[in-house]
C-alpha cells in the first residue's frame, strides 16, 4: 500500500501489520496498552484536537475526553488493528462529536504566536511559527471530511491504514487527499 | 516566501509544542482516574441495591419477598454488565462507517430532543398537580375552595419558592432543547459534507 506523505522511509503496509493479540480484558493489559498509549501517541492525540479546537482550555478538554474514550474502550482492543489506528479512529470519532455539540464550528480563536517554542525565537524559529500556526489555522477550516483526511495524512498513515479509520476504499482515501491537500494550499495562499 | 510543500507540511505539523508531555501526561492520569471512578460508581450502585435487597430478604424472610428480590438482583446484576460492556463499546461504535456514526449520532440526539421536550410539556403540570396533591393532604377541606387555597399557597414562601425552582428547572430544560436542537443541526450537514464528497469521490473515479 503506497504512503501518503512523501518520505517513502515507512515500512510497507503489510509488513505494519500487528500480531493478533488477545482481547485486553484484563485490567492490568489494559492499564499496560493505556500506558503505551500515553507514552507513544502524545503528539498524534493532540494534534487531531488541534485540528478540530484553537482554544486551549476546551482542547484539554476534548483532549481528556479521547483519553477518557480510549481507556473504557481498551478492554475491546483485539489487536486487528495496529494501537495507532485505533487511537486515530477514537480520536477522530471523538472529535466530530465534540464539533457538533459547540456552538459554532469551526471556532475561531487566534493561535498563539508561541505555538511551537516559548523560548525567544530567532528570526528562522519565528518563520516556522509563523508557517506552523497558518498551517493549523487553515487546517482547522478545512470541511470536516477533508480535514480527517489530511491529518491522518500528515501525522504519516498509510491509505490502508487510513481507510480502515475513515471506512472507505483506498483509492478513495488518495483521491480525498489529493482534494485536501489542494483546498489546503489555497487556503495558505489567500491567507499568505 | 518560499511556500512550503506537503512533505513540509507534515514537519511543521509535528513539531511538539511546549510542555506537550507534562499537560497530556496529566489529563492522561485524570482521564484514567476517571474511567476507574465510573467502573467503581457501576459496580457501588449495584452492590448497595443488592445489600439493601438481601436486609428486605432477611427482615421478612418469606416467599413473596425473596422470589421479587431474587429477579431484582439477576436484573441489577445483567443491567450493570451491560451498562460497562456499551460504555466499553461506544467509543469503538461504527469505527468503520462514518455515515453509520453519524446515523447513530443523529438518532442519538433525536432521543434526548424527544425527552427533553417531553419533560418540558410534562414538567408544569406534573408540578401543579404535586402541589395540589399536597395541599389536599395537608387541608381536609381543601376540595370546598381550591382556587382560593392555591392563591394562598402561591403567594406564600412556599409557593415562591416553588415557582422559582420550577422556572429554574424549565429554563434549564429549554437550554438542554436547544443544545440537543443546534447538535443535531451540526450533526446533518456534517452527514451532507461527508455525502458530498463520497459523491465526488464517485464522479472522480468514474471519469
Redesign the interface.
Known sequence: MNKPTLSGTDPPWEERQPSPVKPATRRGTVDQLFEKVTSSFTGLISRIALSYEADAALRRELIQDILLAIWLALPNYRGEASLKTFVASIAQKRCISHVAKQSKEPRQVELPVDLVSATPPPDEIALKNDQRRRLVESIQVLPIPQREAIVLCLEGFSYGEMAEILGITPNAVMLRCQRAKGTLKSIMERRS | ?R?????E??D???????N??E???A??R???W??RL?AYADISLAVAIAATVAFAVFSTPHMGVIAPALLLLALVTGVTWQRRKL??????LN????????ES?IRN?NVNLRRVTLSIIITPPAGFLTTVYKRSLKDEHFWEHPLADMKIWATSWHGLFGFTVLTVILTMMIRSRR?FL??RR??QQ?AD??AA??Q??RE??DK
Open positions: 516566501m511556500e512550503p510543500g506537503f512533505e507540511f507534515a511543521l505539523w509535528q513539531v511538539p509544542e511546549e506537550e508531555r499537560v497530556f501526561e489529563l492522561a485524570r482521564a484514567r476517571r474511567g465510573l460504555r466499553q463499546m461506544s467509543p469503538t469505527t468503520d462507517d462514518r455515515f453509520a456514526f453519524l449520532s440526539a443544545k443546534r447538535e451540526h450533526l456534517l459534507d461527508y464528497e463520497r465526488w469521490e472522480t473515479a
